[in-house]
């Protein structure tokens, strides 16, 4: 299996055999837990993550073909899927992390996860230093004695800061710190971290995983086995566990995960270049364009650059209301990661608490709009952007 190109192990689940044959779509194992003959393989399977499947909150087979699909996609040796990313995450923060513990960590992190990092601080005495996500030489003067996590996106919401990843996660591994990598933007498609060096990948595999806006899911995958069982343990005392058709429905979607991240890609690849060339759009942020701060580091990463993208309205707030209320095929909505394009304004919306100083400093503007490109058409998605930026220009 390993053999083959990615493509096709995407296709190619590792669907276990039911009673001698093997069926084409994971069997859905729909039960809350398992009944034994024998007390001794039920205490076994309550306590480690590979005994025997006893109760839904430590383990299900279709969980387990879940975690172990996305383990192969990615290279890890093993995952822990849960019920949501942000389930994902906690379990990897309250997993590796104890008071006093210290933090190395990118400044522009998903809202969830900065929140979550903001919360350990004041309530659990865990400390965090901020450091660019591009400069290994700032995360090497940051880390401490007493530092236990470095923390990363591949790829950043909304303004799509890339980060050096082999760069950052080899400074860590020098001073003995795992570090984990969010790499639900790039999915494992574009670029699978534990390759270049991290210890830990989540995704929240509500977005591209999934894939279809029609499930929330997590998963942490594992380059050590250690790391992956202390994880695992948390989870489950978390009760952070998908439920096996949550898992069900998000093995359905990975299926297509290459072919619909080659289209959301060429989607991003028309409109960035369409919208920088537009009078209405100050400016546009997309990995793949040469204008893009890590674009060399991003080529030098993945082979293509991502379907999310975001770009400044010249005519600032009110442009981007008027963008926002004009677009019809494009939708108005959270998530990304799915079939449909869908728009965000993060000045009214997302990033709306933030005072005006706080939003500048994330590096968005009053008339920034946030993009998940879809797998429509792209000319279809272009009239539609072209008619809304009309409006917006006023
Ligand atoms: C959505 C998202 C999350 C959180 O995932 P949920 O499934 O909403 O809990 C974490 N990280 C990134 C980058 C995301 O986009």
Redesign the pocket.
Known sequence: MTSMHFDSRAVHLPVPPVEGVRPMAPPLYQTSGFAFDDPEVLSDGLSRPDGAFVYGRMSNPTVRTLEEAVAGLEGGVGAVAAA????A?SAVLLGVLKAGDHLVAQPAL?G??AGLIADLVERFQISVTFVAQDDPEAARAAIRPETRLMYL?TIA?PMTQVADIAGMCAVAREAGVPSAV?N??ASPVLYRPLEHGADIV?H????YLGGHSDV???VAVFGDDALYRRVWSQATELGATPDPFGAWLTLRGMRTLPLRMTRHCENARVLATRLAGHPAVAAVHWPGLATHPQHKLAASMMPDFGGMLAFDLAGGREAGERFMSAVRLALLAP??GGLETLVMHPATTSHRKLPPEDLAAAGIGQGTVRVSTGIEHAEDVWADFAQALDKAAG
């Open positions: 949501s990313g942000m389930g995450i998903y969830g996860t996106e919401n969010d639900t933007f989540l929240s595999t509500t977005k929330l899911g997590g998530s990304l």
